[in-house]
């Protein structure tokens, strides 16, 4: 696996070396990643399962926030420890306390402990940790132009990964259970490590920046220093802040279907029926985003680019919640999050990886990995202030929520132009 400091060899290997290490890189990390997010959509369903009925829609909405408030203590530390260790050693060691904690929350469960709360909020900061150094590597291995042919297959990986860990978890949930699907997930995990190992760090990109020189220093220093970084960093928190809260909204429709079907069927547990409706919602969200990877987005990059393809999520999420603003019923706002997740999953996250290739080594790993961990979960803290603010002091109904959520995704589509612009600069430079 590339190291932090590895200077880049592209410039001086043999073009025929280059094309097969960009094969052989994109092919492995395709792997790896489908691994990756096979065991993590195993976990999705349990950690929703567990988390609704140990407590509800607004218990999970301060999780999330209560994760972002971890990662502003955990990321300082975490940027120390990359910066002083090489980026193979410390994902090494954040997957193996990773798959001891499934371990652990397994054997826990399994004693009659109530964990849904705790397993949230962990599961939460260790999975942005391990997919933000997942695509910090892909980022330091390939350039611009080589990024933008091998990025829609490596994320093809990831989608398709990701739908089958759903249909798995939706056909085994009662029969496996919650920790069951917590050891399975901790195996997967192991392989996906084990292909990384494979990885060829000698096709590293020539460095460059879009701009002046990105300053010596990491995490949110560099973010905060960086005009560009810190751009992207915002548009991070604003889509998440967006996404969250219609994740609230879609909590409690779930809840009280469930709570509907448990009525009519005594039998059925309601940790398994809302397990199951998770599991479903996430397979159609990942079978979609699998979709938009293979159909649509090798189109969109190749005749808008970045700035295209970066616009459709915001544009969607303007529509959806219109829709859901007039129509706030269960089919009306799960549909609207399963296109808005999709998307977000598809098109959105690639074209925000995409907008990383330009910068060097340093900003890709520290400032990457700073602002899909800390900056992401900001996004979610806001979310958890809103809804207390919004639910629990002033008592508004769902509605402010969508209104919110409305005049976000309205600002970020001028910040993803801005973005794309500087994008469109630093591309021509290299």
Partial sequence: ?????????????????????ELRNTILLGASG?????????????????????GDEEVRSYAVGAIALLLLVVIPLYGRWLKARPVSEVFSCVLGCFVLMLTGFASAGAAGLEIGLLFFVCLGSFSLLLVAQFWATAAMLFGVDSGQRAFPAIAAGLSLGAWMGCQLASRSFASAGPYGLMLMAAAILAMSLAVQRFLDPCAGPKES???KPVPPSIGLKLVWRNRYLLKIAILV?????????????????IRTRAEQMAALMPALKNDVLIGELYGDFFGWVCLLGLLLQLLVVPRLFRRGGVRTTALLLPLVMIAGYAVVGFLPIFSAIYLVKALEASINYSTQSLSRHVMYLPLDSTAKCHGKTTIETLFWRL?????????????DRLELSSLAVVMMNLALAAGSLFLIKSICFEFAGSARRT
Avoid: C, K
């Fill in 379 to 391: 996004g979610d803290l806001l979310q958890a202030f809103m809804i207390y603010l919004f639910v």
């Fill in 237 to 253: 928190m604003l889509l998440n802040w967006i996404e969250s809260a219609g994740d609230f909204l879609l909590a409690g429709a």
């Fill in 209 to 211: 920046t879009p701009g």
């Fill in 1 to 21: 696996m590339l190291q932090p400091n590895d200077p880049p060899m592209s410039r001086t290997l043999h073009p025929d070396f280059i094309a097969h290490s």
């Fill in 34 to 54: 489908f691994l990756l997010m096979l065991a993590y959509y195993l976990l999705r369903p349990v950690r929703e399962a567990l988390v609704l009925t140990q």
